[in-house]
C-alpha cells in the first residue's frame, strides 16, 4: 500500500508523517514521531495503555488509524510536565506509590490528566470507575485511586490560590 502524507498536530508540533492509511495511530506516534511514552499493550482497546487525549479527550491510540486524527490535537504523556517536573498528579502517583513497573502508567496519566480538567471533585467511585478503562497488573489500584483523590485535592487548592 502507498505511504500517504499525514500532518499531524502532537503535543504542539507539526509533525509530517508519511505513512500507509492503515497504520494505527499508536504506531506512528511511537515509530514515525518516536513518542514511546505511549505504550501498546492488547492491541484491542481494552488496557488502557496507549490512552492519548484527541482534543482534549481521552482516546485509545491503538483503535484509529493515523490519518483519522490529521486535524486534531493529539496530546501525549510526553507533553505533561516540564522537563524533570512532574505534574500535580505524576507527583501523587509517585508519593502514593500508585505505580510499580509502569506500563500502564501513562494511559493513566493521560485518562485522569483530562477527567480531573473536567471533574474536580471526583468521589472514590467515580475515580474507580473511570480507572476501570485501564488495566494495572502490579499495584491493586488501591494506590491509584488514592493517587489521583489526592491529585485532585491539591489541583483544587492551586486553582483556588490562583
Given at each position: ?82 522537563g524533570a517536573r ?77
Amino acid at each position: 500500500m502507498e505511504k500517504k502524507p499525514i500532518q499531524l498536530d502532537v503535543n504542539g508540533t507539526l509533525r509530517l508523517v508519511h505513512c500507509e492509511p492503515r497504520k494505527l495511530l499508536s504506531d506512528v506516534l511511537r515509530e514515525d514521531c518516536r513518542l514511546t511514552g505511549t505504550h501498546v499493550g492488547c492491541e484491542h482497546g481494552a488496557c488502557g495503555a496507549c490512552t492519548v487525549q484527541i482534543d482534549g479527550h481521552p482516546a485509545r491510540a491503538c483503535l484509529m488509524f493515523a490519518v483519522q486524527v490529521g486535524n486534531a490535537r493529539i496530546a501525549t504523556v510526553e507533553s505533561l510536565g516540564a522537563g524533570a517536573r512532574l505534574t500535580t498528579l505524576q507527583q501523587a502517583l509517585h508519593e502514593c506509590h500508585g505505580l510499580q513497573c509502569g506500563f500502564c502508567t501513562p494511559g493513566i496519566v493521560m485518562t485522569f490528566d483530562a477527567y480531573l480538567r473536567d471533574n474536580p471533585h471526583p468521589t472514590e467511585a467515580e475515580v474507580r470507575d473511570v480507572l476501570s478503562g485501564n488495566l494495572c497488573r502490579c499495584t491493586g489500584y488501591q494506590n491509584i485511586v488514592r493517587a489521583v483523590l489526592l491529585a485532585a485535592g491539591r489541583l483544587r487548592a492551586e486553582a483556588s490560590d490562583v
